[in-house]
RNA sequence: GCAGGGGUGGCAGAGUUUGGCCAAAUGCGACGGGCUUAGGACCCGUUUCCUUUGUGGAUGCGAGAGUUCAAAUCUCUCCCCCUGCACCA
């Protein structure tokens, strides 16, 4: 049979006796929710990463006995939809060729202008996905973002916020396209880049004899001090303006943006040339200074006019240094004015800019790139380790000069702030994004000191998986403010403020977990009935039952059932996502349930899962390298694709999809079914020393698994489970392993340990060996702890290391020309035992010399010792005291084992065997022999 | 810049909390050998250097310094990398 048909069978299996639908009975309630996916595309690895996790989860509480709900929903509403509607109408060519490549007809892509065409075909994908995946979903409760239902919850939810104040209404910078005048997020720009916002300090030079100010815009107000000049671009207009009351000017074309930002009337155009013959005062020392034209100035950015600061600044000195090369006398004239000192190539230049221009480049005749780079570095060492070394900050660090500078102008009104596109990102209409400043924008705020000691106290009771994303969360609790929460555009619910708005599709997402508690039980409800009282029953318990069934209409029955379902499935909660999600979703997650619903329906686990690679590298589009679900399935099947993705790395780790790995899986897989397929082969007897063993390894295997799992370091469970089984397997019958019984139980374990991890696989094999129930339904192994024989294992490994250092003799002796037939072992006297452990307690040599002299050890031990071979013995081993380790075997077992495993040994070395006690024998390599290695002869 | 996470062998990645069983798990790759018509399958070996009738030594876990009998692990300084910085799912 091949991997398809196996997986069918066992999800029509599963299926057929609803195992995964779940419904409130006796045992201990857990759920799983993991992100909903955005159905904006087909499902990728890194959903199969995120869903599988918490399908392993889901299957594994199943098996320890506990009532699982796995549900899941489509995340339709926002913006990145529509804007895909957009592009496909606009036969965006590399969108389609996307598209085409997922296998989507014409047809189909003509009729996804239609949002909701669109989401519902990729909802349909990823529904197939996760059933091929065979993913353990309560089918039954699958809700959208769309529904008027959840529209209905997403009211009562902001009514909540509402009532606690939470809603504020204020300004708020945005990206915004002049040309669509409206907001521009990431899927709105050309290469879906994040127009990125930064502040930069505009700061204003009276004009001499003028009735007005111009404004230089900059990131390093401690350089003002240093300004030697004003950089105007030449042939471009400038524009006096009536800025908030004050005349200020700047070029016409950031006039025009800063319009966004700021009151701006144009009064009046001129050109560079009338900037030229002025002089302009510095507002922090009150130098009349010049203005010349700079090659790098560019009127769109900032203000359109620059402040030079030549030491500082390598562009400033590169575009004097041209400016007098053709001659400019006002350029000749200027000498730089240093106020920084600092470390790294410029310390103790009287210009430290030209250390860094030359750094950049020897040439002398820097191009461009260079002065980028020789900027850069300038910064950074200034910020690290420059000072102030005149004016009224003088002596302090540039860091702390440069923040009280930013203040104290502001406050002196001799500067603003200017928000700039620093990455200058582009929306896909063609036009520069802008900043804008929305001034009636409604926000949530989760700066509320109250909000916030909730969201702590959540927190605190949130286990985090991998722990160490704890003060991951910690940051972005404390961090998260004021979050825009209504937008203009998109699919969703109305903001309850203000009908015109959308409510953001972050925010309306961050407590619907809840829903699906009664999503399949309110499905014939009309959304109309869903009231707030009605919401505040089920989900806070106010109100009841009966007066809530007379003022909405819903049956009495529906009410009292959400209710039970709520209070029996919202206990223990296990929440999955990526990492992304951490500084958003998953921070608004606690939030919003710590004001919303009482404590005991709080989060209780978050886990986060790492990325998928492939073949090394980041999937992305622009790579080619993604990895498409389907394809995955049909090459490799549902369980080697979800061991790939899952459980080649532990649960933050990046895992990789790689055809190696995926053979690897699949080998592995096939050898353990190989061995179930020929049981017949073997029958019961009684039980060996290396049937002890292989119990002994198999009851540490399931403490180990069931470690992992449970914090869900699933490669450390993997491994176990299907790898190192292999290599037990095939260890045991190279020991002579043969008994059918141990073989059976052995592998019936492994199929139960493998149920949450390859499900099919796991369900044939343990049908194969004999079972006919269900693994998804049977109880997790636990491990018989008196089976556990470390000891057993020890000698196993003792054995090994035999092998490998008679091998190296063998070599050796080989080379010599020699033909070895046979090897000796010599079994160490119980002496070196006992001195052996000894030394292992605390590898203190000092004080087992005194044991010996002082005759304590005869005492303790009650056995005759040689002193001089026991002072040979432990001076030998104080060489490497730190290998010293307790050996848990005596002499009379290492003889009887090694004599068991003749056969074995002389497999591996091609060599007769014979053993013989170190005080029986007359070997030269007798007195060699160590508890931990016998002496080795060869004959 | 701020915040968080990191830097380990050809690569990926354990080990760091609790210093010594760590020349460092495991997987992959490479090389050599065996098996074979063949092998991308399987088995064995090698994969820092030196040494070798053996189980030994040197160097070594971003750089440097320190604590200790003993450091990948603890302390300090520095360098470098990744992620996030918002209205966007």
């Not at 009231?531 to 049956?555: C, H, M, P, Q, R």
């Not at 029958?683 to 914090?711: F, G, Q």
């Amino acid at each position: 049979m091949n991997h398809e048909e196996i997986e069918s069978k066992w999800q029509q299996e599963w299926s057929e006796a609803s195992v995964f639908d779940a419904d409130p009975d006796q045992r201990q309630s857990y759920m799983v929710t993991a992100a909903f996916p955005y159905v904006n595309g087909p499902p990728h690895m890194g959903h199969v990463r995120t869903y599988g996790t918490a399908d392993v989860l889901a299957r594994y509480k199943r098996m320890r006995g506990f009532n699982v709900l796995f549900p899941i929903g489509y995340h339709v509403t926002g913006t990145p939809i529509i804007a895909q509607c957009k592009r496909i109408k606009s036969k965006d060519p590399i969108l389609i060729k996307d598209l085409k490549k997922f296998g989507i007809s014409d047809e189909d892509i003509e009729k996804m202008e239609d949002p909701m065409y669109l989401a519902s075909y990729f909802i349909n994908e990823f529904r197939d996905a996760f059933h091929a995946l065979g993913f353990s979903m309560d089918w039954r409760r699958q809700l959208i973002s769309i529904d008027p239902k959840f529209s209905k919850f997403v009211e009562w939810q902001f009514s909540i916020l509402n009532e606690n104040g939470l809603l504020t209404k204020g300004k708020h910078p945005v990206g915004w396209c002049p040309n669509e005048n409206n907001a521009v997020g990431m899927h709105d720009t050309k290469s879906d880049t994040e127009p990125e916002i930064e502040e930069m300090l505009g700061i204003k030079f009276q004009v001499e004899n003028e009735d007005y100010k111009i404004a230089c815009a900059t990131y390093r107000p401690e350089t003002l001090y240093g300004v030697t000049n004003i950089f105007i671009k030449d042939g471009v207009r400038y524009a006096i303006c009536e800025v908030n009351g004050e005349k200020l000017c700047l070029s016409s074309t950031a006039a025009e943006s800063m319009a966004y930002q700021a009151n701006v009337k144009v009064i009046s155009e001129i050109t560079a040339a009338d900037l030229f013959d002025k002089k302009y005062i510095n507002p922090i020392n009150g130098n009349a200074v010049p203005a010349l034209p700079g090659f790098f100035v560019d009127e769109k950015f900032g203000t359109g006019i620059v402040m030079s600061v030549p030491a500082h600044a390598p562009f400033d000195y590169a575009a004097l240094l041209d400016l007098k090369k053709k001659g400019s006398e006002t350029a000749a004239a200027i000498l730089p004015i240093k106020v920084i000192e600092l470390d790294g190539p410029a310390k103790g230049q009287e210009i430290p800019s030209v250390a860094y221009i030359d750094v950049e480049s020897q040439e002398g005749d820097p191009d461009s790139g260079a002065i980028e780079a020789a900027t850069k570095n300038q910064y950074k060492e200034e910020l690290r380790s420059g000072v102030m070394i005149m004016g009224d900050y003088k002596g302090q660090k540039v860091k702390i000069a440069r923040d009280s500078m930013w203040k104290d102008l502001i406050a002196s009104n001799d500067a603003f702030v200017v928000r700039v596109i620093a990455n200058g990102a582009v929306c896909r209409c063609g036009f520069s994004v802008v900043v804008k400043i929305v001034d009636d924008q409604w926000f949530l705020n989760y700066g509320d000191e109250g909000w916030k000691v909730k969201a702590r106290e959540a927190l605190k009771n949130t286990k985090i998986l991998p722990e160490k994303l704890r003060p991951t969360f910690e940051g972005a609790l404390e961090w998260i403010n004021l979050r825009a929460v209504a937008r203009a555009q998109g699919l969703g619910t109305k903001f309850p403020l203000d009908n015109t708005k959308i409510i953001e599709s972050l925010s309306d997402s961050t407590i619907y977990m809840s829903l699906y508690t009664i999503w399949n039980i309110i499905e014939k409800v009309e959304s109309e009935k869903l009231t707030k009282e009605f919401f505040d029953y089920v989900f806070l318990g106010k109100g009841s039952a009966e007066a809530i069934s007379k003022t909405t209409g819903i049956s009495y029955e529906i009410i009292k059932r959400s209710k039970e379902s709520f209070d029996y499935w919202y206990t223990f909660t296990s929440r999955h996502s990526g990492v992304d999600l951490i500084f958003n979703h998953l921070t608004m997650y606690l939030f919003n349930h710590s004001i919303i619903f009482n404590s005991k329906h709080w989060p209780k686990q978050i886990a986060i899962n790492g990325t998928v690679l492939c073949e090394g590298e980041k999937m992305s589009k622009s790579l080619g390298n993604t990895v498409d679900v389907k394809e995955a399935l049909g090459k490799h099947g549902a369980d080697v694709t979800r061991f790939v993705i899952i459980c080649s790395a532990d649960l933050f780790g990046d895992s990789e999809y790689s055809n190696d790995a995926a053979r690897g899986i699949k080998e592995r897989i096939e050898y353990i079914d190989s061995i179930a397929g020929n049981l017949s082969l073997y029958s019961p007897s009684e039980l060996r020393h290396i049937d002890y063993w292989m119990y002994s390894r198999l009851n540490r295997k399931i403490i180990t698994v069931t470690e992992a799992i449970d914090k869900l370091e699933l490669r450390t469970a993997s491994t176990a489970a299907l790898y190192e089984a292999v290599i037990d397997l095939k260890r045991y019958f190279l020991r002579g392993g043969n008994n059918q019984i141990v073989i059976t139980e052995y592998l019936s374990n492994i199929a139960l340990m493998l149920g949450p991890l390859t499900p099919h696989f796991s369900e044939e094999l343990w049908h194969k060996i004999g079972n006919d129930t269900l693994v998804a339904k049977e109880k997790w192994p636990t491990a018989n702890e008196s089976m556990l024989n470390s000891k057993m294992e020890m000698e196993e490994e003792l054995m090994d290391k035999m092998i490998e250092d008679s091998k190296h003799v063998l070599d050796l002796v080989k080379r010599k020309g020699q033909e070895p037939k046979e090897i000796k072992y010599i079994v160490a006297s119980e002496y070196k035992y006992i001195l052996n452990n000894e030394l292992a307690k605390d590898k203190n040599v000092k004080r087992v010399m005194e044991m010996i002299k002082s005759g304590e050890l005869e005492n303790s031990y009650q056995i005759k010792f040689d002193l001089q071979k026991c002072m040979d013995f432990v001076s030998s081993m104080a060489k490497h005291i730190n290998t010293v380790n307790t050996v848990e075997t005596n002499p009379a077992d290492q003889y009887d084992i090694i004599n068991d495993a003749k056969e074995y040994i002389g497999n591996g070395t091609g060599c007769r065997i014979t053993v013989e006690k170190e005080e029986e024998s007359k070997s030269s390599k007798a007195a060699a022999s160590t508890p931990m290695k016998p002496g080795i002869e060869i004959l």
